[in-house]
């Protein structure tokens, strides 16, 4: 699954997903799966090189 999937994906979910530095900022935290967590650890800088292009 590309960057540009798990965003668009999380957007579904209704998740705000912001890149700040080196972290990504998801809300509403209450929501987050460790699932979810791990899933964006493995793919976390090409999200986050994703999002920062959206800016």
């Known amino acids: 699954m590309s960057a540009i999937e798990i965003i ?15 972290y990504l900022e998801l809300s509403p935290p209450e929501k987050v799966t460790h699932e979810l967590i791990n899933r964006l650890r493995k793919h976390k800088p090409a999200i986050i090189a994703e999002l920062m292009r959206e800016e």
């Open 8 to 22: 668009k994906e999380l957007r579904e979910q209704n998740f705000f997903v912001k890149a700040d530095g080196d």
